[in-house]
């Protein structure tokens, strides 16, 4: 009398071998570097990243300073010279597979869980302190605001950090900064999880 096979056993054999172990371990790295590249492509390629790092003679071509006035590098007031994009990408590149945590065993599939290891936003505010306002982030005041457009000036002042911009004492303009709701690091990250998730 022939016997019925135990799918759920075999599966947990096949989950318990050195080459399962290995497959699953280089085909999750390689899908989440992939993703990672993919993620440091967008993060240099989005216009934010462009206009900073074009310098305080950009273009306002993230369109987030009303009538293109200006630009977000003189706004911000980045010390002329600086590179503040650059620790945020540093920041992105260290994203990487932690470890295998568990291994689930149905009779149809075999799924295996990892950990990925992905900047938090207290990291990514600990690398992109603005020049003022107490040490907020920039990167999270592109999406959720910023102040002082409204005292904001784009000329040439050799005393400011990035030499082209200054705020005022008086207002001299009523439209604000418009920030890009969630649509900075924060939608670049959703992209990565949504890579790595297929």
Known sequence: ????LDRKYVAKLVSESDTYKSQVSNEINRKVNDSKKLM???????????????????ANTS??????????????????????????????ALTKVMKRTRTQVTRSKVTTYFTVSVPSEDQVRAVSKMPFEGGKSWVY?????????????????????????????????????????????????????IRISK
């Open 1 to 4: 009398m022939a016997r019925r």
């Open 141 to 193: 005041g592109i999406e959720r605001g910023i102040s002082g457009f409204s005292h904001y000036m784009y000329k040439n002042y050799a005393l400011s950090r990035s030499t082209k911009g200054l705020q005022t004492k008086k207002k001299i303009r009523s439209v604000q900064f418009k920030p890009l709701y969630g649509g900075y690091i924060t939608q670049i990250l959703k992209n990565f999880f």
């Open 63 to 92: 369109r987030t300073l009303a009538g293109g006035y200006g630009n977000l590098y003189t706004f911000i007031g980045f010390r002329y010279g600086s590179n503040p994009t650059g620790l945020v990408k540093n920041l992105l």
């Open 40 to 58: 440091l492509k967008e993060f240099q390629d989005h216009p934010v990243t462009k206009e900073i790092q074009d310098g305080p003679n950009s």
